[in-house]
C-alpha cells in the first residue's frame, strides 16, 4: 500500500468513533475525554482528561506507585542500598528490568544496583507484623555492605498491615549512626499510576538526602540535570558533551547517581529540567528552598541537543562557555548529518506512534521530525494535563482524591543555604532575551492538527489504532511489543530501547536515525501472517478423540 494511500485513508473523527464502539456506553463516555483530536479551537487546543484512574477491566500500559517509586527514581541510584519491605515477588519482578546503568564510579566504588533485596514476607509476617523482620534485614544490609544510605520500599501488603516503616527506619538510623536510613510509603496502589511513585519518591530524597553532602563542590558552570535516568547510557552520552563544553553536572535525578550527588544538588547555580513529568517538583523546591532557578532542556534530538546546550550557555552568560558550547556544536554536527542524509531519503514521509510513560511521546517526535517522520498518533500512559497542555495549566488542576493521597511537601528558604543564584534583574534580562524560566510547552502544540491524542492507551486501543491507521512504526514497551509485531508493524521499545541506545545526544541521534531506517525499511513486516489472518476460526479436538 502506498504511502499517499494510507494518509489519505482516516479521519480522526472516525478513529476515535471506531476506538470506542466496542465500549459499553458508560466506558465509551469516559474514554472519550482521554482521547482528543488536536485541533485548534479558538486559538487554544482542546483540554484532555488525564492522571485519572483506569477503568477496571481495561487491560492499561501503566505500572504501580511501588514501580514509579523503586524502579524509576531509586532504581539508578547506585550506592544507596534498596531493600523492598514485602513479598518477594514485588523485589524480583523490580530486579534490572530498567535498563538504567551506572558506571560505579563513586568514592566507594560501591554498586548495589545488581542486588536484590527485600524482607521476603510470609504469611506470619502479614498476620503478626513485619516490623521487626524490616529492622533485621537493614541490619544485616548495613553489615554486609556498610552503605551511606538504606532506601526502604513499601509494598502494598505493607500498608494494607500498617507496618510504620518510617519509624523503623528512623529508629535503625540513629542505632547504627553512620547510615542514612529513610523509607517510602510507595505501595502499588497508592496513587492511579507510577507518577504518584515519582513523588513519593522526590520528596523523601528532597527531604532526606539532598543539603546533606560534606564536600564543597567548586567546579564552574554547575547544574543539575533533573529527569535523566541514564537508560540505555543515555546520560553517560549527554555527561560526555557537558565535560566537553565544560560544564559541571553535580547531581542528575536519578541516571547513573550515587548518594553524595543527590546530596550536593543544592550546590548547583542552575537546574535543568529533562523528563518534566517525573520531577518538576523537585526543580521548584530546589528554587525555592536553595535559590537555583530552573530552565527546560531536552536532549533527545541532535538539534534539541544544541538548543539546551545554547540556552545553558546564555544562562551563565559567560564568553568563554559560550565558545566552547559554539565549538562543541559545530565539532559533533557534521557526523550526525552526515548519517542523517544516509537515513532520509528512507525515513522521510514515514508514519510513527509513540506511546510511553510520560515525557518520551514528546521527546522522541524531535528525532521524528529530524528524520522527515510524522508522528500521527502520541499519547501518555501518566501523563498529567501540563504534560500535554503545557505548564501554565496546572492552577487550573483538579486536586482529586487520589491526588490528595500524594504528600505535598512544604518548603521555605534555607536559613543558611539559601542563595539567589541571580538578582532579580539579572534574571528579567536573561527572559527578555528570550530565556524562559520555570516553563514547558507540553506535546499538544507541537503535533500536527488532527493527529490523536490519547492518554493511558490499552491494548485493545493500540490494536485497533495500528489497525486502522497503519504507521510505518510504533513505539511503546516490552508489553504491546509482540502484540502489535504480529499485526506486521514494526516495534521499537522506547521505553528499555530494546538492546540499543544511547539515544540522546549528538552520538545517540545516530544511533537512533540508523535503527529506524532499518525497523522501517526492513521488509520482513510484510511477509508477517498471523496465524488468524490466514485461518480466522479457530479449531480444536480433543486429544482422545
Ligand atoms: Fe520520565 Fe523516564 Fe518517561 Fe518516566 Fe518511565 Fe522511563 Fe518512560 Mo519507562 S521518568 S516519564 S516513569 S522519561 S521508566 S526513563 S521510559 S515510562 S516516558
Given at each position: 500500500m502506498g504511502k499517499a494511500q494510507k494518509l489519505v485513508q482516516w479521519d480522526p473523527h472516525n478513529i476515535k468513533e471506531k476506538l470506542l464502539e466496542k465500549y459499553p456506553p458508560k466506558v465509551a463516555r469516559k474514554r472519550a475525554k482521554q482521547i482528543m483530536i488536536n485541533e485548534a479551537l479558538e486559538n487554544t487546543t482542546p483540554e484532555i482528561v488525564a492522571n485519572v484512574r483506569t477503568i477496571p477491566g481495561i487491560i492499561t500500559m501503566r505500572g504501580c506507585t511501588y514501580a514509579g517509586c523503586k524502579g524509576v527514581i531509586m532504581g539508578p541510584t547506585s550506592d544507596i542500598v534498596n531493600l523492598v519491605h514485602g513479598p518477594i515477588g514485588c523485589s524480583f519482578y523490580a530486579w534490572l528490568t530498567r535498563r538504567n546503568q551506572t558506571d560505579g564510579i563513586n568514592e566507594t566504588n560501591a554498586n548495589y544496583m545488581p542486588y536484590c533485596m527485600s524482607t521476603d514476607m510470609q504469611d506470619s509476617d502479614i498476620i503478626f507484623g513485619g516490623e521487626k523482620k524490616l529492622a533485621a534485614a537493614i541490619q544485616e544490609a548495613y553489615d554486609l555492605f556498610h552503605p551511606k544510605a538504606i532506601a526502604i520500599f513499601a509494598t502494598c501488603p505493607v500498608g494494607l498491615i500498617g507496618d510504620d516503616i518510617h519509624t523503623v527506619a528512623k529508629n535503625m538510623k540513629e542505632q547504627l549512626g553512620d547510615c542514612n536510613v529513610f523509607a517510602f510509603s510507595c505501595e502499588g496502589y497508592k496513587g492511579v499510576s507510577q507518577s504518584a511513585g515519582h513523588h513519593i519518591a522526590n520528596n523523601q530524597v528532597f527531604t532526606h538526602v539532598v543539603g546533606k553532602s560534606e564536600t564543597e563542590k567548586t567546579q564552574k558552570f554547575k547544574i543539575n540535570l533533573l529527569g535523566e535516568y541514564n537508560i540505555g547510557g543515555d546520560g553517560f552520552e549527554i555527561d560526555r558533551i557537558f565535560q566537553k563544553c565544560g560544564i559541571t553536572n553535580i547531581s542528575t535525578f536519578s541516571g547513573n547517581s550515587t548518594y553524595d550527588k543527590l546530596a550536593s544538588a543544592n550546590q548547583a547555580d542552575l537546574s535543568c529540567v529533562m523528563c518534566h513529568r517525573s520531577i518538576n517538583y523537585v526543580a521548584d523546591m530546589l528554587e525555592t528552598k536553595y535559590g537555583i532557578p530552573w530552565i527546560k532542556v531536552n536532549f533527545i534530538g541532535a538539534e534539541a541537543t544544541a538548543k539546551s546546550l545554547r540556552k545553558i550557555a546564555q544562562y551563565f552568560g559567560d564568553q568563554e562557555l559560550t565558545d566552547k558550547v559554539e565549538s562543541v556544536i559545530a565539532e559533533e554536527m557534521p557526523t550526525v548529518e552526515s548519517a542523517l542524509k544516509e537515513v532520509f531519503p528512507r525515513t522521510k514521509g514515514k508514519t510513527a506512534m509513540i506511546f510511553v510513560g510520560g515525557s518520551r511521546a514528546h521527546h522522541y517526535q524531535e528525532l521524528f521530525n529530524e528524520m522527515g517522520m510524522k508522528t500521527i498518533s502520541a499519547g501518555y500512559e501518566f501523563g498529567h494535563r501540563d504534560d500535554y497542555e503545557g505548564r501554565q495549566v496546572i492552577p487550573t488542576l483538579k486536586v482529586d482524591a487520589d491526588s490528595r493521597n500524594i504528600e505535598e511537601i512544604h518548603v521555605e528558604a534555607d536559613p543558611e543555604l539559601y542563595k539567589p543564584r541571580k538578582t532579580p534583574e539579572e534574571l528579567a534580562a536573561l527572559k527578555e532575551a528570550g530565556l524562559e524560566f520555570k516553563t514547558y510547552a507540553g506535546l499538544n502544540p507541537d503535533m500536527d492538527s488532527n493527529t490523536l491524542i490519547v492518554d493511558d492507551l490499552n491494548q485493545y486501543e493500540a490494536e485497533k489504532l495500528v489497525e486502522l491507521m497503519k504507521p510505518d512504526l510504533f513505539c511503546a514497551g516490552i508489553k504491546e511489543k509482540y502484540s502489535i509485531q504480529k499485526l506486521g508493524v514494526p516495534m521499537k521499545?522506547?521505553?528499555?530501547y530494546d538492546s540499543g541506545g544511547p539515544y540522546a545526544g549528538f552520538k545517540g541521534a545516530i544511533n537512533f536515525y540508523q535503527e529506524i531506517d532499518r525497523l522501517v525499511n526492513s521488509k520482513v513486516w510484510s511477509y508477517m501472517k498471523a496465524p488468524w489472518q490466514e485461518n480466522p476460526e479457530l479449531s480444536a479436538t480433543y486429544v482422545w478423540e
Open positions: 521499545q522506547l521505553h528499555s
